[in-house]
């Protein structure tokens, strides 16, 4: 018995740290809406800061002293950025900040490492907290006890913070309507940075405070930063009672998950998060989202089929790019039909963002099992290379099938975190059916057929196979399907007024970018010879995110651009310096503040500009609709 | 799609990255590929390994009179990008061979790549059986101690233990699992007496140390196998201090004799584990000394375990280009098979049946000096002796 209460209590403290971090995040969100991809970071940091002042500064005052001082600092650390990076895109289209501190969290990770050295690092422990209390012949850390009086100590200073204070007042009616609280003639710039300061405080507080437990090391920020969004989401956005409960939910299921499970860890949060979201669509504390106001900064400019004369320009491109063979040599091909390959891959997760208005985080999933698709028909049924081709991808078809009807259920970012959760899932399937999957070490040789196997014959397979698809999906946002799947995007209610099944129009369109998003991902097992988790990663995911918003997300194919300039930009830089995510990241913040609308969308804005200065030409065009009120 | 143009503007800019490094006739170049990025830890002392042995390569007159360059490229950890490196490698910059690699699947997807495109492949780090066992190729040669070899060399000194009752924690992938099983099966061998009463497989790089450890606890075993490290290793060893339970029990783990590993816990150093590892403090071999010497006077630092392999992985590549006398695999491949090199832990030999160097470890217990952790009573085992028969290994690895 008295090993389950101990048991019990360890859940706990696990939970205590877990919230600290996750009840900023859910602030944040809450009121600014951005998906803060750098609360990780600024964790870390926190825990570095920490570090370096516990080791300098002696005594109980001098350890805790720099526990707070390391969350203070950067608390303002947090604030810079807010005014200096994201004041500027806060009208960008949604997600787009995402973009920024994915951009920010690549700096972070390769700075610390310029900072702070390569080694792991071990602060001291706490000051009067070292040892253990024994429990009927258990032993409970000291520490740990401390961590739980103070999760539920937080959570009352945040309660009281919000319910009794005028800056609380405003931080929820923002959280509940952003503008209305701006048409009450709220500063908002202001409650914004101070929000965006207490959460990052929450977050660096977190991270000091596992100074007495945990190594410091900069892969720190990834451990966390997906987990604490599970929790975030399983409580309920903006809830911060229910980041508390599932934080609490999560870690004692851990806890007593490994007893009967050992190898439970791995999956257990997100099998929590998809069954929390099927059966309570907003999590567990969470208000459904109120309906839009405005239509989402889309069809400022409308879409409208490329003119012949561009369509030349698009042919003329594409055959400049098909006689690359002539003039490159092998590994510059071989890029050549990775970027076809993630070409494929971004327009698929485009397609379903800009024009079904679901923006997935777990696309990978898709993409992944279109590769094993083909490692399974390959090695173990011995398919020739294209019968493989053509049936790998429907593992993606299937994929997405199943996940996509509870998926389209959801909207927003639950409906992102679904398709998160989904792709774990499947991801830890691969990584723990060792004998089916091969597990972490995958499954190798799956290389091309001869006809396909030098890199001028892969390369144009690439391309052309990703020339068609964007081509089809680009034929599909202007048919009557992709005009219904638009009208589902810009008004839920109106499109089914007017007799439009929305849900399997989305699911539809999931199923859509699924099965394309295989396609890249049959292709892509070929072209490494080799199948691993990896494909299904969060990494990947997060990567296609990145094009996706880089290239402009309310284009029409703006994804095209997004990926061959991330894709080549990160080869290239993977291979010129071991710093390439300081140098990636930098530049990705750089094009959020330069091309706040992503590179294809800005370039098509100046373009209308040019339009509209110079005689009307098409008096629809000329006229932007601002706003569908 | 105007989109298009900027794919031939990416290819153009890609184009000239490729050319910058313009290929100088009279030099061998070996392609070198590792995390740097991701493992720091690990690859920054093996970096200054191999920069080390490339400079005394040179300053002895290079390989039969050429220049020997080593062209290195960070895969980011992630298998998809190893391939591009390496496809970079062979194919713009003309490497003779490719080296390096620290994770299990990267290691695999080069030596697949290896196997394909007809290259040589010097694999350093990796420690899987199946890179060259059931996963060999005839291209890719191992230099670390396998998996195998470093439990064997565990087992050895776990089944005088009187320990009965076992548990084993583990980071939950290939390498955690396959060590476990492998110590499993040499102990059960060894010592039919034995139970497994409980494991656990926290996820690599997330372990949640608390409930780990009092689950382990809760089972009652005498002794304890640990295959974590890194991050993971201080977490449970400070949880492991504090609930006690390391109080009264045997633990035998991979690898935390190595400073990379042991170094971070300093004076929470558990006392008296039985581990793999590198006491570069008390070698006092005359080879060892000479290496030991040269790095202390580059580096003004000690080595890590990273240092040795990186420093071995390239003598072993230059001794092996100066006896092919050729850059062609095929007479690489010949030249690598049997070959035999001195190493700072003694003469080693890549053995023709299963392309496994010889190299061994360090086997001890650690201890706690001045605060910090160090291993004592250890003794170096030759790889040769902790590898099963000849015949079994013709069994394990698929025929070229």
Same mark, same amino acid.
């Given at each position: 018995?008295?090993?389950?209460v101990?048991q019990?209590l360890?859940?706990l403290a696990?939970?205590?740290?877990?919230?600290?971090?996750?009840?900023?995040?859910?602030?944040?969100?809450?009121?600014?809406?951005?998906v803060?991809?750098?609360?990780g970071?600024?964790?870390?940091?926190g825990?570095?800061?920490a570090?370096?002042?516990t080791?300098r500064?002696?005594?109980?005052?001098?350890?805790?002293?720099s526990?707070?001082?390391?969350?203070?600092?950067?608390?303002?650390?947090?604030?810079?950025?807010?005014?200096?990076?994201?004041?500027?895109?806060?009208?960008?289209?949604?997600?787009?900040?995402?973009?920024?501190?994915?951009?920010?969290?690549?700096?972070?990770?390769?700075?610390?490492?310029?900072?702070?050295?390569?080694d792991?690092?071990?602060?001291?422990?706490?000051p009067?907290?070292r040892?253990?209390?024994?429990f009927?012949?258990?032993n409970?850390?000291?520490?740990?006890?401390?961590?739980?009086?103070?999760?539920?100590?937080?959570?009352?200073i945040?309660?009281?913070?919000?319910q009794r204070?005028?800056?609380?007042?405003?931080?929820?009616?923002?959280?509940?309507?952003?503008?209305?609280?701006?048409?009450?003639?709220?500063?908002?710039?202001?409650?914004?940075?101070?929000?965006?300061?207490?959460?990052?405080f929450?977050?660096?507080?977190?991270?000091a405070?596992?100074?007495?437990?945990?190594?410091?090391?900069?892969?720190?920020?990834?451990?966390?930063?997906?987990?604490?969004?599970?929790?975030?989401?399983?409580?309920?956005?903006?809830?911060?009672t229910?980041?508390f409960v599932?934080?609490?939910?999560?870690?004692?299921l851990?806890?007593f998950?490994?007893?009967?499970?050992p190898?439970?860890?791995?999956?257990?949060?997100?099998?929590?998060?998809?069954?929390?979201l099927?059966?309570?669509?907003?999590?567990?504390f969470?208000?459904?989202?109120?309906a839009?106001?405005?239509?989402?900064g889309l069809?400022?400019?409308?879409?409208r089929?490329?003119?012949?004369?561009e369509?030349?320009?698009?042919l003329?491109?594409?055959?400049?790019?098909?006689s690359?063979?002539?003039?490159?040599?092998?590994?510059?091909?071989?890029?050549?039909?990775?970027?076809?390959?993630f070409?494929?891959?971004?327009?698929?997760?485009h397609?379903?963002?800009?024009v079904g208005?679901?923006?997935s985080?777990?696309?990978?999933?898709y993409?992944?099992?279109?590769?094993?698709?083909?490692?399974?028909?390959?090695?173990?049924a011995g398919?020739?290379?294209?019968?493989?081709?053509?049936?790998?991808?429907?593992?993606?078809?299937m994929?997405a099938?199943?996940?996509?009807?509870?998926?389209?259920?959801?909207s927003?970012?639950?409906?992102?975190?679904?398709?998160?959760a989904f792709?774990?899932?499947v991801?830890?399937?691969?990584?723990?059916?060792?004998?089916v999957?091969?597990?972490?070490?995958?499954?190798l040789?799956i290389w091309?057929?001869?006809?396909?196997?030098?890199?001028?014959?892969?390369y144009?397979?690439?391309?052309?196979?990703?020339?068609?698809?964007?081509?089809?999906?680009?034929?599909?946002?202007?048919?009557?399907?992709?005009?219904?799947?638009?009208a589902?995007?810009?008004?839920?209610?109106?499109?089914?007024?007017?007799?439009?099944?929305?849900?399997?129009?989305q699911w539809?369109?999931?199923?859509?970018?699924?099965?394309t998003?295989g396609?890249?991902?049959?292709?892509?097992?070929?072209?490494?010879?080799?199948?691993f988790?990896?494909?299904?990663?969060?990494?990947?995911?997060?990567?296609?995110?990145v094009m996706v918003?880089l290239?402009?997300v309310?284009?029409?194919?703006?994804?095209?651009?997004g990926?061959i300039v991330?894709?080549a930009?990160?080869i290239?830089?993977?291979s010129?310096?071991?710093?390439?995510?300081?140098?990636?990241?930098?530049?990705?913040m750089?094009?959020v503040?330069?091309?706040?609308?992503?590179?294809?969308?800005m370039?098509?804005?100046?373009?209308?500009?040019?339009?509209?200065?110079?005689?009307?030409?098409?008096?629809?065009?000329?006229k932007p609709?601002?706003?569908?009120? | 799609?105007?989109?298009?143009?900027?794919?031939?503007?990416?290819a153009?800019a890609?184009?000239?990255?490729?050319?910058?490094h313009?290929?100088?006739?009279q030099?061998?170049?070996?392609?070198e590929?590792?995390?740097?990025?991701?493992l720091?830890?690990?690859?920054e002392?093996?970096?200054?390994?191999?920069?080390l042995?490339?400079?005394?390569?040179?300053?002895?007159g290079?390989?039969n009179?050429?220049?020997l360059?080593?062209?290195?490229k960070?895969?980011g950890?992630?298998?998809a990008?190893?391939?591009?490196?390496?496809?970079?490698?062979?194919?713009?910059?003309g490497?003779?061979m490719?080296?390096?690699t620290?994770?299990?699947?990267?290691?695999?997807?080069?030596s697949?790549?290896?196997?394909?495109?007809?290259?040589?492949?010097?694999?350093?780090?990796p420690?899987?059986?199946?890179?060259?066992?059931?996963?060999?190729?005839?291209y890719?040669?191992?230099?670390?101690?396998?998996?195998?070899?470093q439990?064997?060399?565990l087992?050895?000194?776990?089944?005088?233990?009187?320990?009965?009752?076992?548990?084993?924690i583990a980071?939950?992938?290939?390498?955690g699992?396959?060590?476990?099983?492998?110590?499993?099966?040499?102990?059960?061998?060894?010592?039919?007496?034995?139970?497994?009463?409980?494991?656990?497989?926290?996820?690599?790089g997330?372990?949640?140390?608390?409930?780990?450890v009092q689950?382990?606890?809760?089972?009652?075993?005498? +002794? /304890? @196998?640990?295959v974590?490290?890194?991050? &993971?290793?201080? #977490? =449970?060893v400070?949880?492991?201090?504090?609930?006690?339970?390391?109080?009264?029990?045997?633990?035998?783990?991979?690898?935390?004799?190595?400073?990379e590993?042991?170094?971070?816990?300093?004076?929470?150093?558990?006392?008296?584990?039985?581990?793999?590892?590198?006491?570069?403090?008390?070698?006092?071999?005359?080879e060892?000394?000479?290496f030991?010497?040269?790095?202390q006077?580059?580096y003004?630092?000690y080595?890590?375990?990273?240092?040795?392999?990186?420093y071995q992985?390239?003598?072993?590549?230059a +001794? /092996? @280009?100066?006896?092919a006398?050729?850059? &062609?695999?095929? #007479? =690489?491949?010949?030249?690598?098979?049997?070959i035999?090199?001195?190493?700072?832990?003694?003469e080693?030999?890549f053995?023709k049946?299963?392309h496994?160097?010889?190299?061994?470890?360090?086997?001890?217990?650690?201890?706690?000096?001045d605060g910090?952790?160090?291993?004592v009573?250890?003794?170096?085992?030759?790889g040769?002796?902790?590898l099963?028969?000849?015949?079994?290994?013709?069994?394990l690895?698929?025929?070229?």
């Open positions: 018995m008295a090993f389950y101990v019990f360890t859940g696990s939970a205590a740290s877990l919230f600290l971090v996750a009840s900023g995040l859910s602030i944040i969100f809450g009121v600014t809406r951005i803060n991809f750098a609360h970071a600024f964790y870390m940091i825990a570095y800061i570090f370096t002042l080791e500064l002696s005594g109980a005052f001098g350890f805790w002293g526990i707070v001082l390391a969350a203070l600092a950067v608390a303002v650390i947090g604030v810079i950025v807010e005014m200096v990076l994201l004041r500027r895109i806060y009208h960008a289209p949604e997600l787009f900040q995402l973009l920024a501190t994915f951009g920010l969290t690549l700096m972070v990770e390769d700075l610390v490492v310029l900072i702070w050295g390569p792991d690092l071990v602060g001291r422990r706490a009067g907290f040892g253990a209390i024994d009927f012949g258990q409970i850390p000291s520490y740990d006890l401390f961590l739980i009086v103070l999760g539920p100590v937080v959570l009352g945040l309660w009281l913070l919000f204070t005028r800056w609380g007042v405003l931080v929820r009616a923002a959280t509940q309507d952003r503008d209305m609280v701006a048409a009450l003639g709220v500063n908002q710039k202001w409650l914004f940075t101070s929000v965006f300061a207490v959460g990052v929450l977050a660096a507080l977190g991270g405070l596992q100074i007495p437990r945990d190594a410091v090391h900069h892969a720190m920020d990834l451990r966390i930063i997906v987990e604490v969004f599970v929790v975030v989401v399983i409580g309920g956005l903006g809830s911060i229910g980041a599932a934080a609490v939910l999560v870690s004692e851990n806890a998950g490994i007893l009967i499970f190898k439970i860890s791995i999956i257990l949060v997100f099998l929590v998060m998809a069954v929390v099927i059966v309570r669509p907003w999590g567990l969470g208000k459904p989202e109120a839009a106001r405005k239509t989402p069809t400022v400019n409308p879409w089929p490329l003119t012949s004369n369509r030349l320009m698009a003329a491109a594409l055959a400049v790019a098909a690359l063979p002539l003039f490159a040599g092998n590994y510059l091909l071989t890029v050549g039909s990775e970027i076809a390959i070409v494929i891959f971004a327009v698929s997760l397609f379903l963002m800009s208005g679901l923006a985080f777990g696309h990978a999933a993409f992944g099992l279109g590769a094993y698709g083909v490692a399974f028909l390959a090695k173990m398919l020739p290379m294209i019968v493989c081709l053509l049936l790998g991808p429907l593992l993606g078809c994929g099938a199943v996940f996509g009807f509870f998926a389209v259920q959801l927003g970012v639950y409906f992102a975190m679904l398709t998160l792709a774990q899932i991801w830890s399937i691969a990584f723990q059916w060792v004998s999957t091969g597990g972490d070490n995958g499954i040789g091309p057929e001869k006809w396909a196997a030098s890199p001028s014959h892969f144009w397979l690439s391309l052309g196979v990703a020339a068609l698809v964007t081509i089809a999906l680009r034929m599909m946002v202007f048919s009557p399907f992709g005009y219904a799947l638009r589902t995007r810009d008004s839920l209610l109106r499109s089914e007024a007017v007799g439009i099944n929305a849900k399997r129009i539809t369109a999931f199923v859509i970018a699924g099965t998003a396609i890249g991902g049959a292709l892509f097992a070929y072209l490494k010879g080799s199948v988790p990896d494909n299904l990663g969060i990494s990947l995911s997060v990567d296609a995110l918003l290239g402009g309310e284009t029409v194919s703006g994804a095209v651009i990926a991330y894709k930009l990160n290239w830089l993977v010129q310096t071991d710093l390439s995510k300081l140098v990636l990241g930098g530049f990705i750089l094009i503040v330069v091309f706040p609308k992503g590179i294809v969308g370039l098509e804005m100046l373009a209308q500009r040019r339009r509209k200065s110079s005689p009307p030409g098409s008096p629809l065009l000329a609709i601002e706003s569908a009120e | 799609m105007r989109a298009r143009n900027y794919f031939v503007g990416a153009f890609l184009m000239a990255g490729g050319m910058a313009s290929a100088v006739a030099d061998i170049k070996i392609g590929i590792n995390s740097y990025s991701l720091p830890a690990f690859t002392p093996y970096r200054k390994g191999w920069q042995a490339v400079e005394e390569v040179n300053a002895a290079g390989i009179g050429k220049k360059v080593v062209i290195s960070d895969d950890g992630k298998p990008d190893a391939q591009t490196a390496a496809n970079e490698l062979v194919s713009s910059e490497v003779a490719l080296a390096g620290f994770l299990s699947n990267i290691g695999l997807a080069v697949d790549f290896a196997n394909q495109k007809k290259v040589f492949f010097l694999a350093a780090e420690l899987t059986d199946a890179i060259t066992w059931s996963k060999g190729n005839k890719t040669f191992r230099l670390r101690p396998s998996n195998y070899m439990a064997a060399m087992v050895e000194a776990a089944a005088k233990l009187p320990a009965k009752r076992w548990a084993t980071p939950n992938y290939e390498y699992q396959s060590a476990v099983a492998v110590f499993k099966k040499l102990m059960s061998e060894k010592r039919p007496d034995i139970q497994w009463v409980d494991e656990q497989w926290p996820p690599q997330k372990i949640d140390a608390g409930p780990v689950a382990v606890a809760a089972a009652n075993p005498e +002794a /304890i @196998l640990n974590t490290f890194g991050a &993971d290793l201080v #977490k =449970l400070r949880e492991g201090n504090t609930r006690g339970l390391f109080k009264g029990r045997e633990v035998v783990s991979f690898l935390t004799g190595e400073p590993y042991l170094d971070p816990l300093k004076d929470e150093t558990p006392e008296g584990w039985i581990v793999t590892g590198y006491p570069w403090y008390s070698i006092k071999t005359p060892h000394d000479a030991l010497k040269a790095y006077a580059k003004n630092d080595p890590r375990l990273g240092s040795i392999v990186g992985t390239i003598k072993a590549a +001794a /092996i @280009l100066a006896k006398g050729s850059t &062609d695999p095929e #007479k =690489l491949i010949a030249a690598a098979e049997g035999s090199m001195p190493s700072p832990f003694g080693i030999t053995r049946i299963d496994q160097s010889t190299l061994g470890a360090y086997v001890g217990k650690t201890a706690l000096k910090k952790g160090v291993m009573d250890s003794s170096y085992k030759k040769a002796d902790y099963p028969s000849d015949a079994e290994v013709a069994k690895r698929p025929k070229d």
